[in-house]
């Protein structure tokens, strides 16, 4: 594990979290001195990660997750790795569907922060449930509202009690989903409280449209979202093998670049 200081503190954190994940269990001097960094460095950055679920602090360290069974949610600055590509042709396929002058809810994570990325200079509205996908739209003409709520280190969604008060008060144009699993007739996330913040703010929208890579499918995380059935469109990138008849003539499939 390198000895240079990361320069920025997701890339520190993503790299204690190879360190951890390679040694299953760690001392907090241990990992101070493999990422050259300080104690109070080590002990801020393993609370943001005990937060997030990925790490499970111990007497003087910090243990894997999934060494207790428990498959950790990847962080942020990880997700933004992979398949770009398709999240960018599914950002532009969902912001196509805009009109100028509409309201736009946007969903926490990678794929929403494309749709953001395709919406941002237009003249529309748009509501996040991500810190990361605000700042992604806030360009030229683009409205931006952020909804109240906690937001959850390392990820930039927000969730909770204020979260939800926003969305009930809210009427939207449209929503688009995002999900971290779609496995037989449903999409599911990885925590209860972002299943929650995800169907109440389909309540509030007129139509709601899950954006989704194909490396979701075939993949049940621990919440279930919502049925297929309850969606307008989905939006991904290929195709997505056998979903029920009434959902495929709803389906988008992009094809590679």
Not at 3 to 15: A, I, K, L, M, N
Not at 111 to 135: F, H, I, P, S, Y
Not at 153 to 170: I, M
Request: glycine residues 8%.
């Amino acid at each position: 594990m390198p000895g240079s200081r990361p320069r920025f503190p997701h890339e520190r954190q993503q790299q204690m979290i190879e360190v951890i994940r390679e040694r299953r269990h760690v001392g907090t001097a241990e990992l101070a001195g493999l990422l050259d960094i300080s104690l109070p460095t080590v002990r801020r950055d393993l609370t943001i990660l005990e937060k997030a679920g990925i790490v499970s602090r111990t007497h003087g360290g910090v243990v894997a997750k999934e060494a207790t069974g428990v498959a950790p949610e990847p962080l942020l600055l990880e997700k933004l790795r992979h398949n770009q590509g398709a999240k960018r042709r599914i950002g532009a396929e969902a912001a196509s569907r805009v009109n100028d002058g509409q309201i736009v809810l946007l969903d926490a994570g990678t794929t929403a922060l494309a749709v953001a990325q395709a919406l941002a200079g237009r003249r529309v509205t748009v509501v996040a449930l991500d810190l990361k996908v605000a700042e992604a739209a806030a360009v030229g003409r683009t409205d931006v509202l952020v909804v109240g709520g906690q937001v959850r280190n390392g990820y930039y969604s927000l969730t909770g009690t204020w979260a939800r008060q926003t969305l009930a008060s809210l009427r939207a144009d449209i929503y688009f989903l995002g999900a971290d699993g779609v496995a037989g007739t449903s999409l599911s996330a990885t925590t209860f409280d972002d299943a929650e913040i995800k169907r109440v703010a389909m309540e509030c929208c007129e139509r709601t449209i899950a954006v989704v890579d194909h490396t979701k499918f075939a993949t049940r995380s621990v919440a279930e979202v919502c049925d297929l059935g309850s969606l307008d469109e989905l939006i991904s990138d290929r195709d997505l093998g056998i979903l029920p008849p009434a959902m495929m003539e709803r389906i988008v499939r992009l094809t590679r670049a």
